[in-house]
Antibody
Framework: EVQLQQSGPELVKPGASMKISCKASGYSFTGYTMNWVKQSHGKNLEWIGLINPYNGGTSYNQKFKGKATLTVDKSSSTAYMELLSLTSEDSAVYYC????????WGQGTTLTVSS | DILLTQSPATLSVTPGETVSLSCRASQSIYKNLHWYQQKSHRSPRLLIKYASDSISGIPSRFTGSGSGTDYTLSINSVKPEDEGIYYCLQGYSTPTFGGGTKLEIK
């Protein structure tokens, strides 16, 4: 069974950075891209970018360049997204999702940016 | 970026009805269009890929159609558990989502 298990909710201060993890199981981690999606205000969905775990290659939505950095650890089948210089606009639920058709999703990680 | 416009914004129906949800793209996306269902406090779930391809485990009452810029998700004989928000996603270029259609079951 394909599963994507994300790290827990985060409360961080403005200006800080943080990293979300997404541990994959039930399939060949290096055989599929991992995508990241932002959902704000409980509805609006935005594609952040993707990473190819096989070679580490990345592609970003222009809007999130400089905001998000995607990496993987093949040894643990885990994908990471680091979010930089956080503001209140970054408060949202973040999802990892497999492959371009986003066929499997993590449970989501809620990020709250507040002083 | 390609803009996806979903309509209607909200749909309120009774169980047993058949509904059609629309997703219109700002340019042709050549059937590179996928549909998702999101229930309250849950992650989105893939329903249909590439405009009309079925997904294993998804009930057959969910079907997709369309081409070019216009796409439709149909739900035949709606059930109470179909309540949620439905989104379309285009993967032809930098992926973008539609704004969603909220389906309410009376």
């Amino acid at each position: 069974e394909v599963q994507l298990q994300q790290s827990g909710p985060e409360l961080v201060k403005p200006g800080a950075s943080m990293k979300i993890s997404c541990k994959a199981s039930g399939y060949s981690f290096t055989g599929y891209t991992m995508n990241w999606v932002k959902q704000s205000h409980g509805k609006n969905l935005e594609w952040i970018g993707l990473i190819n775990p096989y070679n580490g290659g990345t592609s970003y939505n222009q809007k999130f360049k400089g905001k998000a950095t995607l990496t993987v650890d093949k040894s643990s089948s885990t994908a990471y997204m680091e979010l930089l210089s956080l503001t209140s606009e970054d408060s949202a639920v973040y999802y990892c999702a497999r492959e371009g058709i986003l066929d499997y999703w993590g449970q989501g990680t809620t990020l709250t940016v507040s002083s | 970026d390609i803009l996806l416009t979903q309509s209607p914004a909200t749909l309120s129906v009774t169980p047993g009805e058949t509904v059609s949800l629309s997703c219109r793209a700002s340019q042709s996306i050549y059937k590179n269009l996928h549909w998702y269902q999101q229930k309250s406090h849950r992650s989105p779930r893939l329903l249909i890929k590439y405009a009309s391809d079925s997904i294993s485990g998804i009930p057959s009452r969910f079907t997709g159609s369309g081409s070019g810029t216009d796409y439709t998700l149909s739900i035949n004989s709606v059930k109470p558990e179909d309540e949620g928000i439905y989104y379309c996603l285009q993967g032809y270029s930098t992926p973008t989502f539609g704004g969603g259609t909220k389906l309410e079951i009376k």
